[in-house]
């Protein structure tokens, strides 16, 4: 099997010599390798890229969707931006709190689920979009939560 | 009048993402046509057609294409902007989901023009299904050799919405913070790693090959003469039926609302229409007989900027709505220029003094005077955009503001739509140090 | 920028500059001031991130960032002075910047030295509108022992974060999160480690990075700047010694364009402090008996070293450390040589005038086209500054090489030697190549040696002038004389004192010379001294006593003893440079070195004196086994160093460096126990694999090396024990 480190190279390869265009790609596939950008997966991907792990981290701590803390193993994204609020997107936060027994912001005691409210995910005229790892669900209703939930394998 | 499509011409009898199907219907033809010409010849096509980006600026592309310094020894980029951010908007998307050949085929022509053999997408990051039908589709595509030696790479971003501000989105590709440069230099001159770069909206470049199969002069015909071709309109909010209209760019503003998308939901009243994605001033009830098209909407103070209208009913507090506007502006700003970084973050504090009762008329003044000082002192737009709505509804709406600071509290009690609406920057930073600035 | 002449209107005046200058400079030269603070050239292109400079342009229907604008001919520029527009814009940033700021400048070390300060007492609105919660930090953070971080008082105008990523190219110092939360910050709040993390302090335009060592230690109007030139490297870089109450308190960078562009080390920065060292000697120390060393009068002493000097006269040799001053050397050699009849003295390396057909200021490196860097000793380690030279021309697209036969170089129009040890014989080998490759005559060539000393150059130049005789070789040595720290912490010269009948020390620091002298005289520092120093560059310049020693000055006593030897050696530099320059410097005087000292010729080379210099370690690797090993000499070592409890921090790991092919070939990785040994004496040392490294040598610190030099054999760890 091909390494961290190769599969940067391959991911450096596809831009100009020099550049470090690479390095979103390579902190995603650090995060899916280690769940979130732990200190040592910041430092494996500086290694790769040659830059320095302070380099890794500042571009990481720009972007919403990589991730500094830990998260559960599934991540659910409400659309709280205004399209989406305008049509009951708080309910539907709301009730995945109760159902997960949890805060919009935090992950369940046995880290399976993360539950954030995210800016606006480009499905207004769907309202309310949820984000389910990473995977749209669109016309979410308070009602169809717990459906969503039930489908997560293992779910909670 | 019925919708016309072109950009998403063929995706309701044909499953678009297909290339075969997409050949089917004459697709890719526009490469040829194109490639017999020389880039003197198809930039001068382009700008005849008079394609208006669709990004938000309304730049004509063909104009773009022609500042192109095709002489510089470096080599020359083209870059299509997919970051599609800005609320309201989901064309892009749609575009992209179910015609991406159209958009391919859009970029080879584009290509040609500028003499470019590198192209980059840059696509939201998370618009994943869109991403894999996108890749997918360059994949068939140059596997069946329509490429030449043109070279498509799909970038994804990771969550910002600055990165859709062309020369963020330039810094982002690079590999760096997506913090937008001063201008100038402007892209076609020093664009990506420093060579000249054509950057384009996701809806313009998929317009191109209707320009080619058309021919511009044709092009030039359809929708109004200031803002010719059709336009994806993403309407959202309280109407009836919220989605992606493909009109003719002239299309009277009413008609979107109460034929195509069904009017009011819940036979509510009309309050407000934000005609351009939440970054634009919005309209009151008594403005929305107007045509859809970037001359049209500037006239009367606003812009075009998305092509999404957000549609407001009367139950929500306008207060409330500029809070959660100005939420998300302060939470994209990207940190570096001082008015933006500050100024929306104040911003906030004063709308929310006056959302729970704590204002005075003074801070009224303030706010407007914050927003004044924002505006037109800023590196890029983002900061402009968290003013003009505000701005607007400030103006529009002040006996509501006014209503706030004399009942000490919101006028609607608990009853407005947007009623305890949590935003992300409510929750937490990435950093302990962002954390404790948060109290 | 072409030389083309534009006419640009600013505030109703005309000038005339280059078309392509930058607005700033435009308005300065037409007498007007843009405030700015992210705006600061030496780091890059303009970022028009904090928004202080805008102004209006005619024809721009928006205010313009004056730092990213450049002067195009008829460009009619209106700033805040004249345009109601400007001064808006102007009002508005500064009202933005004040919003978060803490209202802490009485206890704040920049107050009244800040930018901000000023700006905000010049141009700023008299009260706040910003009534609700500012952004409150932890504060301040230590982001190193020698710098604080006050992240409330952070402007965010990016000026440490881009000299971190583009100047120093260390990438440690970054910009986390976005908007309002964005701060300044290292990664996981590891210390901010390298040879010019210092600089930061100065750059930031408010009281956000500060030096720890100066904190609460003076305010403005309490202290005063002496402009005096650094003694801890051959660089020679530009400083100013802020002084309060008789004490050094704090070393700022005072800009020579062509030696250091305002870029100074942290060991010229923050090692001012072994000035109040705890073994620093005032008063001499005689060993009496076999009691050891106990402190006796200044007459007492001065009586003692006549009396060692006549018993050993024309057999005393002595030890130069190089960084006394020219004046010093003169002085005692005068002494020694004229009063003694006693020539012989060494420096711990060769020196020779055979660059001085190619000197050249240590700016022209970045506008080479091609460096080629000779030497495994990383420049960083030698002569600090030259490294950001070498990296700023590899940022103006030079190629840097570390092969003087690699064709670029002869294709190359303008060439750059850098000769970085090991070895003392250095200025020898690359004047030869110098000369190989022609670049004499050639425009913007030239060859530069880093010496191992601040001024072996001109302590040489000095002993040699300051006697005609010659002596011949002695039998035995007398007394040995140990002049300076260097000279009296190497072990060799302790070894030498072993065969002299009598060794007198002058020295800084107790420590150094308890136990094997008989007689110490202390000595004093660079930041104590008149007189002047000749860098690597050949450029002679002046030292200013920027307070006074807690001892008499050398040329003091020298003077007081020369003259019971019938040899007339003046008190003061002054009097003694001139005696130099008539000899050496071409009869410059002393008033005539400069503040800012140009790069003068030398009439005529001197003949030099020199100690057998270091072997230079010869020979490839014969067997796959072996690998040529380097012992550097750190930058942060030495006497100073040692004595600054706030810098071991920056002192060199245990480890040794390898060459990725070396440490493949034995399966080597980062973190492995690696040992190398030659005939009995080994190491056992944590790896390094370092992609710039040359195969077949390994890098350690000297004193991680364990006295090995030269061919080793290199093995991983477990191999051996096994
Ligand atoms: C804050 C900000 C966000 C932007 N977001 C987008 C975006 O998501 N998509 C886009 O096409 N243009 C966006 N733009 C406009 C781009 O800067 C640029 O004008 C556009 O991509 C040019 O393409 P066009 O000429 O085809 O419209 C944004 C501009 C600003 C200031
Ligand atoms: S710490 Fe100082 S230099 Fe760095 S960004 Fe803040 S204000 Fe600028
Ligand atoms: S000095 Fe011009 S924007 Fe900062």
Redesign the interface.
């Known amino acids: 099997m091909t390494t961290f480190y190769d599969e940067v190279q391959e991911l450096r390869a596809r831009y100009p010599e020099g550049s470090r265009s690479a390095v979103l790609p390579a902190l995603r596939l650090a995060q899916e390798r280690h769940g979130w950008l732990s200190r040592e997966a910041l430092e494996e991907t500086a290694d790769a890229l040659e830059v320095t792990p302070a380099f890794c981290y500042s571009i990481a701590t720009f972007y919403d969707m990589l991730h500094l803390e830990p998260v559960g193993r599934h991540t659910i994204d409400v659309c709280t931006n205004l399209p989406c609020a305008l049509c009951g997107a708080q309910e539907v936060v709301e009730a995945f709190e109760s159902e997960l027994g949890i805060r919009a912001g935090e992950t369940t005691p046995d880290g399976e689920v993360t539950l954030r409210a995210v800016e606006c995910l480009g499905g207004c005229g769907y309202a309310t979009v949820v984000a389910v790892n990473d995977r749209y669900r669109q016309h979410v209703r308070p009602e169809t939560v717990p459906e969503i939930l039930g489908e997560l394998d293992g779910g909670t | 009048m019925a919708e016309h499509k072109v950009l998403l011409a063929g995706t309701d009898e044909r499953d678009l993402t297909q290339l075969a199907e997409y050949r089917a219907i004459g697709g890719y033809r526009g490469v040829d046509k194109a490639r017999a010409m020389t880039p003197d010849a198809l930039i001068e096509e382009l700008q005849q057609a008079n394609l208006r980006g669709r990004g938000g600026a309304g730049f004509p592309m063909g104009r773009k294409a022609s500042l192109i310094d095709r002489k510089s020894p470096k080599p020359k980029y083209l870059v299509v902007n997919a970051d599609?951010?800005?609320?309201?908007?989901?064309k892009d998307?749609e575009v992209m989901a179910k015609a991406p050949h159209r958009l391919i085929e859009g970029c080879l022509i584009a290509a040609h023009a500028i003499e470019s053999t590198d192209v980059f997408i840059y696509i939201?990051?998370?618009?994943?299904?869109e991403y894999e039908i996108l890749a997918a589709a360059v994949e068939e595509a140059r596997e069946a050799g329509l490429f030449g030696d043109v070279r498509i790479?799909v970038?994804?971003?990771?969550?910002?919405?600055?990165c859709g501000e062309e020369t963020a989105l330039l810094e982002?590709?690079?590999?760096?913070?997506?913090q937008p440069r001063?201008r100038?230099p402007f892209p076609p001159i020093q664009g990506l790693?420093m060579a000249p770069t054509q950057i384009n909206n996701v809806c313009t470049i998929a317009t191109v090959p209707a320009i080619l199969e058309l021919g511009a002069e044709e092009f030039a015909k359809t929708g109004v003469p200031s803002s010719p071709g059709t336009a994806i309109f993403?309407?959202?909010?309280?109407v009836v039926q919220?989605?992606?209209y493909e009109l003719d760019l002239g299309t009277p503003m009413r008609e979107l609302i109460y034929e195509h998308a069904g009017g009011i939901a819940g036979g509510r009243e009309l309050k407000a229409v934000?005609p351009g994605g939440?970054s634009v001033p919005a309209l009151t009830p008594d403005q929305i007989d107007v045509p859809l098209d970037y001359d049209s909407l500037g006239a009367i103070g606003t812009f075009f900027g998305a092509a999404?209208l957000?549609v407001?009913?009367d139950r929500?507090c306008m207060v409330q709505?500029a809070i959660?506007?100005t939420k998300?502006y302060?939470?994209?700003?990207?940190?570096?220029?001082?008015?933006c970084?500050?100024?929306?973050?104040?911003m906030v504090?004063?709308l929310e003094?006056i959302e729970n009762g704590t204002a005075t008329h003074a801070d009224l003044e303030?706010l407007d005077?914050v927003g004044?000082?924002?505006l037109?002192?800023?590196?890029c737009a983002l900061g402009e955009f968290a003013v003009y709505p505000v701005a607007s509804y400030l103006h529009k709406w002040r006996d509501e503001f006014v209503a706030h600071i004399e009942q000490g509290g919101c006028p609607f009690g608990n009853s407005s739509?947007?009623?305890?609406?949590?935003?992300?920057s409510?929750?937490?930073?990435?950093?302990p140090?962002?954390e404790?600035?948060?109290? | 920028m072409s030389t083309e002449l534009v006419r640009v209107t600013i505030d109703e005046r005309d000038v005339h500059v280059p078309k392509g200058t930058g607005i700033v400079e435009t308005a300065l030269a037409a007498g007007v001031e843009i405030p700015v603070f992210c705006y600061e050239p030496r780091l890059g292109a303009p970022v028009g991130a904090c928004r202080m400079c805008l102004v209006e342009v005619e024809g721009m229907p928006k205010l313009q960032t004056g730092c990213t604008l450049t002067a195009q001919d008829g460009m009619v520029v209106k700033t805040a002075r004249t345009s109601e527009k400007a001064a808006g814009g102007e009002r508005a940033t500064l009202e933005f910047i004040l919003v978060n700021h803490p209202l802490d400048c009485p206890v704040c070390d920049k107050g009244g030295e800040c930018p901000l300060q000023d700006l905000t007492f010049r141009y700023g609105p008299g009260n706040t509108r910003m009534s609700f919660d500012k952004l409150t930090f932890e504060k301040p953070i230590p982001i190193s022992p020698t710098i604080s971080l006050d992240r409330e008082r952070c402007i965010l105008c990016y000026r440490c974060t881009r000299f971190s990523e583009s100047v120093s190219e260390d990438g440690q110092l970054v910009a986390a999160n976005r908007g309002a939360l964005s701060v300044i910050t290292t990664f996981e709040d590891l210390p901010y480690t390298g040879a010019f993390t210092g600089n930061v302090t100065e750059l930031c335009p408010v009281g956000a990075l500060l030096p720890t060592q100066y904190r609460f230690e003076g305010r403005p109007w309490e202290i005063v700047e002496v402009p005096t030139v650094c003694g801890l490297c051959p660089v020679g870089c530009n400083i100013h010694a802020t002084v309060r109450e008789g004490k050094v308190k704090r070393i700022l960078s005072r800009n020579h364009p062509e030696i250091d562009e305002g870029w100074i080390c942290d060991k010229g920065r923050f090692a001012y402090t072994h000035l109040r060292a705890e073994d620093r000697l005032a008063q001499p120390l005689q060993r009496l008996r076999r009691h050891g060393l106990e402190q006796v009068s200044w007459e007492q002493a001065i009586d003692e070293a006549e009396r060692l000097f006549r018993a050993a006269r024309g057999r005393i040799v002595t030890v130069l450390s190089g960084s006394e001053t020219v004046e010093q050397a003169y002085a005692l050699g005068k002494l020694l040589r004229v009063g003694l009849d006693s020539h012989q003295a060494t420096l711990p390396e060769e020196i020779s005038g055979g660059l001085d057909a190619y000197r050249l200021p240590l700016s022209s490196i970045r506008s080479a086209d091609v460096v080629v860097v000779l030497g495994d000793v990383p420049v960083a380690e030698r002569a600090p500054v030259v490294d950001l030279w070498i990296r700023s021309a590899r940022r103006n697209g030079a190629r840097i090489l570390d092969d003087a036969n690699d064709p670029a170089v002869a294709e190359a129009e303008r060439v750059v030697l850098i000769w970085s040890g090991p070895g003392g014989r250095g200025s020898t080998t690359v004047a030869k190549l110098a000369e190989k490759l022609g670049l004499a005559e050639r425009e913007g060539c030239g060859a530069f040696y880093l010496p191992e000393t601040p001024n072996g150059r001109g302590v040489a130049d000095a002993w040699a002038a300051c006697c005609d005789e010659e002596g011949g070789p002695i039998d035995s040595i007398g007394l040995l004389v140990v002049s300076g720290d260097e000279a009296a912490a190497d072990e060799n010269v302790r070894a030498l004192a072993e065969q002299a009948e009598a060794t007198i020390v002058l020295s800084m620091f107790g420590g150094l010379s308890a136990g094997w002298a008989d007689l110490v005289l202390p000595g004093t520092s660079y930041l104590e001294r008149d007189g002047t120093f000749v860098n690597l560059e050949g450029r002679l310049q002046r030292l200013r006593r920027t307070v006074t020693p807690p001892c008499p000055d050398e040329l003091e006593w020298i003077a007081e003893l020369a003259a019971r030897f019938d040899v007339d050696v003046a008190p003061y530099a002054a009097a003694v440079f001139a005696e130099v320059s008539e000899r050496v410097y071409g009869g410059l005087a002393f008033g005539e070195v400069g503040e800012r000292a140009p790069l003068r010729g030398y009439p005529e080379a001197q003949e030099h004196v020199a100690r057998e210099a270091l072997p230079e370690p010869r020979g490839k690797p014969r067997r796959r086994s072996e690998v040529r090993l380097v012992a550097y000499k750190p930058l942060f070592s030495g006497a100073a160093v040692e004595r600054v409890t706030e810098l071991q921090f920056q002192r060199p790991q245990p480890e040794l460096e390898l060459s990725p092919e070396d440490a493949q070939r034995r399966k080597i990785a980062t973190g492995d126990l690696v040992t190398v040994g030659s005939n009995g004496s080994a190491i056992t040392l944590p790896a390094r694999v370092n992609r710039h490294l040359r195969a077949g040598i390994a890098r350690v610190a000297l004193e991680h090396a364990n006295g090995l030099q030269g061919i080793v054999e290199l093995a991983k760890a477990e191999e051996v024990t096994a």
């Open positions: 599609e951010s800005e609320p309201g908007a989901f998307r939201r990051g998370e618009y994943l299904a790479t970038h994804r971003g990771a969550g910002a919405y600055i982002s590709l690079e590999g760096k913070r997506g001063p100038p790693y993403s309407i959202s909010g309280n919220p989605g992606n934000i939440s999404s957000i407001v009913d929500c709505l959660r506007s998300f302060a939470h994209e700003s990207c940190g570096k220029c001082t008015p970084r500050v100024g929306t973050r104040w504090q004063i003094s303030l005077s004044d000082n924002i037109g002192k800023v590196l739509s947007l009623d305890g609406i949590l935003a992300p409510d929750m937490h930073a990435h950093t140090a962002g404790e600035a948060l109290v």
